[in-house]
């Protein structure tokens, strides 16, 4: 499914119209580039300057998006980039990280891990499909009698050769330095506060708070009007670190997709997974299949606004299965059919 995923993404994104989104300025020195999921950058980006140099909270999901957003801060500042901090292992997050060579890479050690371990297999399957696409597409189109299928057929091999290019410029960098907890960067007046705050979207989730400015860079443990992506998510351990994060003394919330949002944003969000709690429940406490609460739960129509609609059926699926293991761990073992007892 991630091979699949980032497949789709990274051909959408390769035909996708140009996109050099500006930095919109969030606090004095500290700017944030919002940015369309359908353009080749697809998540947000943030730019904190400080005293002696520039930090950086994730990259866009491709290096052109990368050197788009360093062209955008030469805009603001002659001041290297010192620090770029990933807030997960994502593509979307990372992938722009080459742009930045000098500067100190830093996620949480599981995110790192993910990367190495997820991420650049992912990719390398990636290309592997698109070529053999390719190959299957130019053994069939000379044969294609008619003209508007072989034009199809073209245009879809143009698509894949194009993500080939791209990803032949794509150097996967991982980050150097990794956290399991909290750290603080320093740098004169300024502190800003790279923070482990739960598991959630992944569970290696870190977010950038700074206290001074009372902004939060959240990554995607926020998304803002828009229904999440939960495929390495734990999202009965999300809320409780949604909590967490509503607890820090900050008015301004960034997320990881769509607009710069407040702490009631996040709330609203937070609310999101506890209704999406509560719709799959009363379907695992009466037996109901997977794919009967898959097939009978809709969005409920307040949030038929959000971006990503076609998520919401894998949130249904991740919730339901967390909540059926969650039934199971508490059911007593005498409690279980005699079958499942003796089993050895």
């Avoid at 996967?172 to 956290?179: R, S």
């Avoid at 299949?289 to 919401?312: G, H, I, V």
Wanted: proline share 5%.
């Amino acid at each position: 499914m991630l091979l699949i995923i980032l497949l789709a993404c990274l051909l959408c994104a390769s035909t996708s119209a140009k996109e050099d989104p500006e930095l919109t300025k969030v606090a004095e020195g500290i700017y944030a580039r919002i940015v369309s999921p359908d353009s080749s950058a697809v998540a947000n980006a943030g730019v904190v300057v400080m005293d002696q140099s520039v930090l950086v909270f994730d990259t866009h999901f491709t290096p052109e998006a990368g050197f788009s957003l360093l062209a955008t801060i030469r805009s603001v500042t002659p001041k290297s980039v010192r620090y770029v901090v990933n807030s997960h292992w994502h593509a979307d997050h990372t992938h722009g990280n080459q742009a930045f060579a000098g500067a100190q890479l830093i996620s949480s050690s599981n995110a790192r891990r993910d990367m190495l371990q997820n991420d650049l297999p992912s990719l390398n399957r990636a290309v592997r499909v698109a070529q053999t696409q390719i190959d299957k597409l130019r053994q069939v189109v000379s044969k294609e009698p008619d003209a508007a299928e072989r034009q199809k057929m073209r245009e879809q091999i143009k698509t894949r050769e194009d993500y080939l290019q791209t990803m032949t410029r794509l150097n996967i960098t991982v980050p150097v330095i990794t956290l399991d907890e909290n750290t603080t960067i320093h740098d004169g007046k300024q502190e800003a506060r790279i923070l482990f705050l739960g598991v959630g979207h992944t569970d290696g989730d870190v977010v950038l708070f700074l206290p001074a400015q009372k902004v939060v860079f959240a990554g995607d443990l926020f998304f803002n009007n828009g229904i999440p992506n939960v495929q390495d998510a734990s999202i009965l351990e999300w809320m409780k670190t949604l909590n967490g994060l509503l607890k820090l003394d900050a008015t301004t919330f960034v997320p990881g997709h769509g607009p710069i949002g407040s702490k009631r944003d996040v709330q609203t969000f937070l609310s999101y997974l506890e209704e999406l709690k509560s719709l799959v429940s009363p379907a695992v406490e009466r037996g109901d299949s997977l794919e009967q609460a898959t097939r009978d739960l809709q969005l409920p129509a307040k949030y038929s606004s959000y971006q990503f609609q076609n998520f919401f059926p894998s949130n249904v699926q991740k919730m339901y299965t967390e909540l059926k293991g969650l039934q199971i761990e508490l059911t007593p073992v005498e409690d279980a059919p005699k079958a499942e007892r003796h089993q050895p």
